[in-house]
């Protein structure tokens, strides 16, 4: 007899999602889908609303119209399980917090109410921190931490979730070296974990690099799909404008697989 | 010295207003560090004076004080909330805690004993604690304890990141709400003890003092309660012996703790940083 093999499931449906923010629309009539184990980047210039695509996928902010669904459940209604590591100027480093408490507060939910954590709980939290190598530093006080520090903390928070589903919004921003290698190995061992991540930067060479499949965002989808097609010159034209000399020159290379101009990441 | 620290206790009085010090300075302290990481002090101060017309009316019409000052307690948190979908948040607390202390004034200026009831509700009388007072001052501490404790994984998640609180599905307005209807109960418990012009100080000053010396916020809790106790005991003394009223006692000694642990604590805590 013949082995089933796993048709990779749908892990997330956005349908005609149209969500304002402060007032404007941020983003209109979004539609794509992400299946299980995928690594999707998320581009796009600043504003074109990829922060707002992620905090409407997690539930921070309702819909105008159209619809969410992950593992086939609204996160507006009902409790899915989603990691999210927001951008890093969210967090007051000024509260007093160890990085240990911080990985807990991503079990909160599995602790459940007036429950402390369990073996299991601290299991969780010691393996994330592992995960991004700052097992050593569980008890720093948070406000002690570097840039790149902070942000895997709060990827390690993330991972503690234990969710199949993790949005990463600009974690490379602003982070040393050292981070920025942990990070990027985290991700091909999530990718062996088979965790779907979507990742939003504006670095198209990142983006080229690292993803099954890239979105191209500007307010609407401009390009989904393979980053070889959706990093093409006519998509890019149609974000950047004006800006694409620029783009085809130093970066369009780049994405046909030149490496004279590996402009510094990896 | 242990005399003089034992003489008093022998009046029961005395010993009621230790016990009624040694509660509502510790659950000040405890309720009082989410004051102070949440930036809170302005709403808590706001929140104790616009309890005084419920306590004068309490007053006048013979109710428990402890029921009227809780009904106005939360009926200036609700308008709070209200006025700062209209105006900015720190204009709504100015605009309710003044209009509301003024009406408490005004009330209790109809009284003929008008300056003494009005000096033991501002700036505390714990040397007048009945066995009554001291009841309700312990079911209210308590309750705030209890709850404190119980809902403290969430509480300190949703001080610390609300995002992170939305996306794990924690219903984060009620959590809002549970902590200010706590803030309320607690400045109710403190009125007899500290009084309302003063509760603030007894919230603010001992999880600030704790939060320069240690850096989670269990320890800060225990550590700030420490500071509270104490503060509260040494103010009773300070009123027994000296004849001045228990809330400003409390609150210099208060005082007194963070500048001292301010002037030492600098060198203690060098800014350090990982390589």
């Known amino acids: ?266 | 010295m242990t005399g003089w620290l034992l003489e008093p206790l022998t009046y029961p009085f005395m010993l009621r207003g230790l016990f009624a010090a040694v509660m509502v300075g510790a659950v000040c302290a405890v309720l009082g560090t989410y004051v102070v990481l949440r930036g809170m002090s302005f709403f808590g101060d706001a929140l104790a004076h616009a309890i005084l017309p419920g306590v004068a009316v309490a007053y006048l019409a013979r109710w428990p004080l402890s029921a009227g000052a809780l009904a106005a307690g939360l009926l200036a948190a609700a308008a709070i909330g209200y006025l700062q979908t209209r105006v900015r948040e720190d204009t709504a607390i100015g605009i309710v805690f003044s209009g509301a202390f003024a009406l408490g004034i005004a009330l209790l200026s109809t009284v003929r004993t008008y300056t003494v009831d009005l000096t033991h509700f501002l700036f505390g009388n714990v040397l007048g604690v009945s066995p009554a007072d001291l009841v309700v001052t312990a079911v209210l501490s308590g309750g705030v304890l209890l709850l404190t404790v119980a809902f403290h994984k969430e509480l300190v998640l949703v001080s610390f990141d609300p995002v992170l609180a939305t996306v794990l599905r924690l219903p984060t307005s009620l959590l809002r709400y549970l902590l200010l209807f706590l803030l309320a109960v607690t400045v109710v418990a403190s009125l007899q003890v500290v009084g309302v012009a003063l509760v603030v100080a007894m919230l603010v000053t001992p999880p600030a003092t704790a939060y320069l010396l240690v850096r989670r916020v269990g320890p800060m809790m225990g550590l700030a309660a420490l500071f509270g106790v104490l503060s509260a005991v040494a103010g009773l003394y300070g009123s027994y012996y000296l004849n001045i009223p228990s809330g400003p006692a409390m609150v210099l000694v208060c005082t007194g703790i963070f500048l001292l642990v301010l002037l030492f604590s600098r060198r203690a805590r060098p800014p350090r940083r990982v390589p």
């Not at chain 1, 369990?118 to 994330?128: C, F, K, N, P, Y």
């Open chain 1, 1 to 266: 007899m013949e082995e089933n093999i796993p048709v990779p499931c749908e892990v997330l449906r956005v349908e005609n999602l149209t969500v304002a923010y402060n007032g404007r629309m941020a983003l209109r009539d979004v539609t794509f889908t992400v299946l299980g184990g995928e690594r999707v980047a998320v581009v796009g210039p600043n504003g074109a609303g990829k922060s707002t695509l992620f905090k409407a996928i997690v539930g921070l902010l309702p819909p105008e119209s159209g619809r969410v669904e992950v593992f086939g459940c609204n996160p507006h209604q009902e409790r899915v399980s989603i990691g999210y590591v927001p951008q890093r100027e969210d967090v007051d480093l000024t509260f007093p917090v160890t990085v240990g408490d911080v990985v807990m507060m991503g079990r909160v939910a599995h602790i459940g109410w007036l429950r402390r954590p369990s073996r299991r709980d601290r299991e969780a939290v010691r393996r994330a921190l592992e995960q991004v190598g700052l097992a050593e530093l569980a008890n720093r006080p948070l406000g002690e931490l570097s840039g790149g520090q902070v942000q895997r903390a709060f990827i390690a928070r993330a991972l503690a979730q234990e969710a199949p589903l993790l949005l990463m919004d600009e974690p490379f921003a602003g982070v040393d070296a050292a981070s920025e290698e942990a990070i990027l190995g985290l991700l091909d061992r999530l990718r062996e974990q088979r965790v779907t991540v979507l990742l939003a930067t504006h670095d198209l060479q990142m983006a080229a690099e690292w993803s099954d499949r890239v979105l191209l965002l500007n307010g609407e989808v401009i390009a989904y799909g393979p980053p070889g097609d959706a990093l093409c010159p006519a998509t890019l034209r149609r974000v950047y404008g004006g800006q694409l000399t620029v783009w085809e020159h130093e970066r369009g290379a780049i994405l046909l697989g030149d490496g004279h101009c590996s402009g510094g990441r990896r």
